[in-house]
RNA sequence: AGCGAUUUGGCGCAGCGGUAGCGCGUUGGGCUCAUAACCCAAAGGUCCGAGGAUCGAAACCUCGAAUCGCUACCA
């Protein structure tokens, strides 16, 4: 049962330092962070380090264009980038960047080192150049005529519209996409790893299980090619790291990206006296390595890299695992939409636990594309989370609290019962451990249907009601707590906040894998407080709607009156016209207005509102007695999406200022106003 | 164009040689402890299409379609 510990180093793909995090780059974050936790979970040392990859073309002139340094450009990333990993929970050990000393220094090493063992060559190669920006440029920033169909602008690679693939020096009429100026041709020397003194090599490394098959098939294909010398250096002005003893001559940015997992670890050994980097990476070294990346960056990290360590004396990856592209409602994000959503704008409406719970209970461990089906994940979540998983807490632990103190009994029934879900213990670590999280979420799920039912079928609430019925009901109820708890620790990687919470509510230390293998007896429990809110429909449309890409809108900084009156709410974000305009306002006359059985806070509404009569339940109860509405105008929101309630459906909403309870006060339109007039 | 992945009930997925399963949703019933939650039951599929090997295929082979992606001196 108890593996001895491992000793364990993960890396996720280092995010470019030009752009947002979206939750596209989120899937892998989240992935790997779920694993990292559940090493750590188990018992295991196990490191998670990443970093902003920093240097290249599109940063250099990203930067001129922002009239700042690249330095500048790249601090800010990070800044934003951090911040977006820190609020969806994702634990590195170490967040650094590739532009660093530690980088630096591992990255120079390793050039001189495949320079002395002879991995690197020189010759001199002809390339469009920038004659008013004196630079070289990238295959992407000459745009051109295509040579095949005639279409215009062109990338230099290859043509959108006919799918040619080219040369930038075919295109007709080139220019250059940074100045605008016509490219010419010139010499320059250029430096080559020779990648093909490693085909021996990579062809069994890449049989050797260090990747999944799919990636294996992809890679043979690629090696039946053959595999040729790869040009890692770029001309002055170039942001990044120039070539040891080659002034002018810069190392290409995919040289030194995948390294800055060593100088982001390199950088973690320097502050913590216990992580030495050689155990991690001597050729020798019996240490697990694993990298996650998308598939996008398989060649890069399956090829280049292995070759790259091997040819310079260090170890190679344990594994290299890829996982595919995130879509959204099906299909690839899309800025119109609004399904291209970055980490900021969906933590700004939703709780980032959610987006984790999700892509857990998807994920696999092959490179299929993940569909984020906004609807799905709306019932999912809170049907898995909160109508099953909270729920047996939320339904037994009152019981407990009010009758019996907090106190779960000293002996606990059911240990049949309870040893099934301890038994699954198992079973769904080696999910976790195989990356099958969907496997894991849906054997958890299971259990979670049989807690719900071993309540349903106890009927507690029955119990405490008949006669010596007490501790047969605290029996029960300890038993679905222990229940809850165990698959509290089964979730524990997905959803650290939450089961923080739970804990806390618990009333246990931080709970850990193997504290699955004993039980909650004689203690003593907290109140139950809701640990998750369900995810409300307008909260999705909300993000998809601040998702859209509109002409950029400045929002005012909101600064609050500091002397204002506390009660007064703050001013929601600034809307334009055509969001207020979506609103339909109606002057309605309240025909009838009666209680709801049943019902503590609503009142059941009709509404005239000219041409039909709505029903409308609203929340006024405690401010208004029926027969005091009957006969008044008021006005109500006429294009509300109907909404079903307990009691019947509501089809709209009347509008009342104030904070609530019996501070409720609806509105009247002025003398004058009939029925159906339109409200703007 | 070549290659890879995907194509199974409304939605999301599993199954990978013995004639279809799960979750959500829907419908009906039950319960009322619980965040309109929970429990029970039902309806719903020519398993992308066409051929083929097999006693037998959703699953294997061939051809085709659709979607997404990759094709190293783009990041």
Redesign the pocket.
Known sequence: MTESSRKILVSSALP?A?GPIHIGHMLEYIQTDIWVRFQQHRGHQCIYVCAD?TH???IMLKAQELGITPEQLIAESKKDHKADFDSFLINFDQFHSTHSDESREVTELIYNRLNEAGHISRRT?SQLFDPEKEMFL???FVRGTCPHCDAEDQYG?NCDSC?ATYSPTDLINPSSAVSGAVPVLKDSEHFFFK?QNFEEMLQKWIRAGHIQE?IA??LD??LE????E??ISRDAPYFGFEIPGQPGKYL???LDAPIGYMGSFKALCNRRDNLNFDEYWAPDATTELYHFIG???V??HSLFWPATLAGSGFRTPTAVWAH??L?VN???MSKSKGTFIKARTYLDHLNPEYLRYYFAA?L?N??????L?L??FQ??VN??L???Y??IA???A??IVKRFDGQLTADCSELGLLAEFQQQADNIAQFYEDREF?RAI?AI?ALA?KA??Y??DK????LIKQQGGEAETQAVCSVSLNMFRLLSIYLKPVLPNLIENVEAFLNVEPLSWNDHQHLLIDHKINKFM?????IEKDDIDAMVEASKETIKVTVPEITPASNATSYIEPIKETIEFHDFDKLDFRVVKIVKAEHVEGADKLLRLELDIGNETRQV?AGIKSAYKPESLEGRLTVMVANLAP?????GMSEGMVLAAGPGDSDIYILSPDDGATLGMSVK
Request: charged share 35%; proline share 5%.
């Open positions: 470019y030009n990859d290249g073309t599109p190669i990238p295959d992407r690679d799918g990648l799919q098939n992809k294909e690629w090619d053959g595999l040729r790869w040009d290409y940015v995919w598939k996008d960056i060649y890069f595919g592209f879509t099906g299909t690839k998807k696999n092959r490179i299929d594309d993940f569909d089906n609807e799905d019932q999912r049907s898995d909160v109508g099953k909270i729920n939320s339904r037994t009152g019981f969907g849906k799920m249907d719900n039912q309540i349903a009927e507690p609430w029955k809701p640990l998750m809110q369900r339940f909404r079903k309630m307990r009691f």
